[in-house]
């Protein structure tokens, strides 16, 4: 489904204030380089696990923060009754996220979908093993051994290292078509990054209760999952239109008692990192939480919680707390 055949209306809960000129590379809505055009959905689902931030934020109640995208994780968060405000730079993307939060509207096709449906049909076109039914064979499976084993075998051979090189390398056709601003955000030698992150998530979870696997190995929803699940109605969850650091940097100190982020340091440069990382610090609590997700390759502190987080794609899944030394990786890099 494309964005002008989704049910989206607008309405004025959502904070309106003019989007600013932050100098990352969300601020123009679009994925792709091109022509400035107006802005679009870029993500049709989310993919973050929340069961991360379930586990490791503080009890129910507390005041929480993440990115709006396409409403999965304010869902998750305010269903498990948290008080939720979620924020976005594209009013196109807040504005789906509302249909599907407060309407139960579907889920739509994104930009992000349409490339990694692109390379699935390639895949499924010149590699037998790729071709849909094997692949929902796979995924039906539940036991990790099992599936590390077939991944191994039947998946990951030459043919899909060869595509996925000429796919996802430097030189290759995801960069050419992304933004400049998002290029850099994507890691050197990516093609065989995300393959050993698939590999690493089948063989720690089950495939059959992974709604991350199905969607992006096959594109489709996992077997008997509610096609509603992220509608919880209006209210639930504060919308604010604006840019997540300037957001953080205008609340009062100790507005909330965790935050969650992802990508959100992929593309900008340093001086917006220091930014976010005293943002944090100003607007969390002392002692509240920070989970922050990145698709850079992890640096000697390790992976964090990345091989907990079911969507097979995060290189570092970094909790912190504020107010310590360790909060110094809410920028995504190494603490110093």
Same mark, same amino acid.
């Given at each position: 489904?494309?964005?002008?055949?989704?049910?989206?209306?607008?309405?004025?809960?959502?904070?309106?204030?003019?989007?600013?000129?932050?100098?990352?590379?969300?601020?123009?809505?679009?994925?792709?380089?091109?022509?400035?055009?107006?802005?679009?959905?870029?993500?049709?689902?989310?993919?973050?696990?929340?069961?991360?931030e379930?586990?490791?934020?503080?009890?129910?109640?507390?005041?929480?923060?993440?990115?709006?995208?396409?409403?999965?994780?304010?869902?998750?968060?305010?269903?498990?009754g948290?008080?939720?405000?979620?924020?976005?730079?594209?009013?196109?993307?807040?504005?789906?996220?509302?249909?599907?939060?407060?309407?139960?509207?579907p889920?739509?096709?994104?930009?992000?979908?349409?490339?990694? #449906? =692109?390379?699935?049909?390639?895949? $499924? !076109?010149l590699? /037998?093993?790729?071709?849909? &039914? +094997? @692949?929902?064979?796979?995924?039906?499976?539940?036991?990790?051994?099992?599936?590390?084993?077939?991944?191994?075998?039947?998946f990951?051979?030459? #043919? =899909?290292?060869?595509?996925?090189a $000429? !796919?996802?390398? /430097?030189?290759?056709?995801? &960069? +050419? @078509?992304l933004?400049?601003?998002?290029?850099?955000?994507?890691?050197?030698?990516?093609?065989?990054v995300?393959?050993?992150?698939?590999?690493?998530?089948?063989?720690?979870?089950?495939? $059959? !209760?992974?709604?991350?696997a199905?969607?992006?190995?096959?594109?489709?929803?996992?077997?008997?999952?509610a096609?509603?699940?992220?509608?919880?109605?209006?209210?639930r969850?504060?919308?604010?239109?604006?840019?997540?650091?300037?957001?953080?940097?205008?609340?009062?100190?100790?507005?909330?008692?965790?935050?969650?982020?992802?990508?959100?340091?992929?593309?900008?440069?340093?001086?917006?990192?220091?930014?976010?990382?005293?943002?944090?610090e100003?607007?969390?609590?002392?002692?509240?939480?920070?989970?922050?997700?990145?698709?850079?390759?992890?640096?000697?502190?390790?992976?964090?919680?990345?091989?907990?987080?079911?969507?097979?794609?995060?290189?570092?899944?970094?909790?912190?707390?504020?107010?310590?030394?360790?909060?110094?990786?809410?920028?995504?890099?190494?603490?110093?």
């Open positions: 489904m494309t964005l002008s055949s989704s049910p989206i209306r607008r309405t004025a809960g959502a904070a309106q204030a003019p989007a600013p000129a932050t100098g990352t590379p969300w601020q123009r809505g679009r994925l792709l380089a091109g022509p400035a055009r107006r802005p679009r959905v870029l993500f049709g689902r989310m993919y973050e696990d929340p069961a991360v379930l586990a490791v934020f503080p009890p129910p109640g507390a005041r929480v923060l993440c990115i709006a995208s396409a409403g999965d994780t304010a869902a998750a968060l305010a269903s498990a948290y008080e939720v405000t979620a924020v976005d730079l594209n009013p196109v993307q807040l504005a789906y996220a509302r249909a599907r939060l407060e309407d139960g509207a889920a739509a096709t994104g930009t992000a979908e349409r490339l990694t #449906g =692109l390379g699935r049909a390639t895949a $499924a !076109a590699l /037998p093993g790729w071709r849909p &039914a +094997a @692949v929902a064979d796979f995924l039906r499976l539940d036991d990790p051994g099992e599936q590390r084993r077939r991944w191994t075998d039947e990951d051979g030459p #043919g =899909l290292r060869l595509l996925a $000429a !796919a996802l390398r /430097p030189a290759g056709a995801l &960069a +050419a @078509v933004q400049p601003g998002f290029r850099c955000a994507v890691p050197r030698g990516f093609d065989e995300l393959l050993r992150r698939i590999a690493r998530t089948v063989a720690r979870h089950p495939n $059959a !209760a992974n709604d991350w199905w969607r992006l190995l096959l594109g489709r929803e996992r077997p008997g999952t096609a509603d699940a992220t509608a919880v109605g209006p209210g969850v504060r919308l604010v239109r604006g840019e997540v650091v300037e957001h953080l940097e205008r609340c009062a100190a100790g507005s909330y008692d965790a935050v969650t982020l992802s990508n959100v340091v992929d593309g900008p440069g340093p001086h917006f990192a220091r930014r976010l990382r005293a943002a944090v100003h607007a969390v609590r002392p002692g509240g939480t920070a989970v922050v997700r990145s698709l850079r390759e992890p640096g000697p502190a390790g992976a964090g919680r990345a091989a907990e987080d079911r969507s097979m794609i995060w290189g570092v899944v970094r909790v912190v707390h504020t107010g310590t030394t360790a909060a110094a990786g809410t920028d995504g890099t190494e603490p110093r």
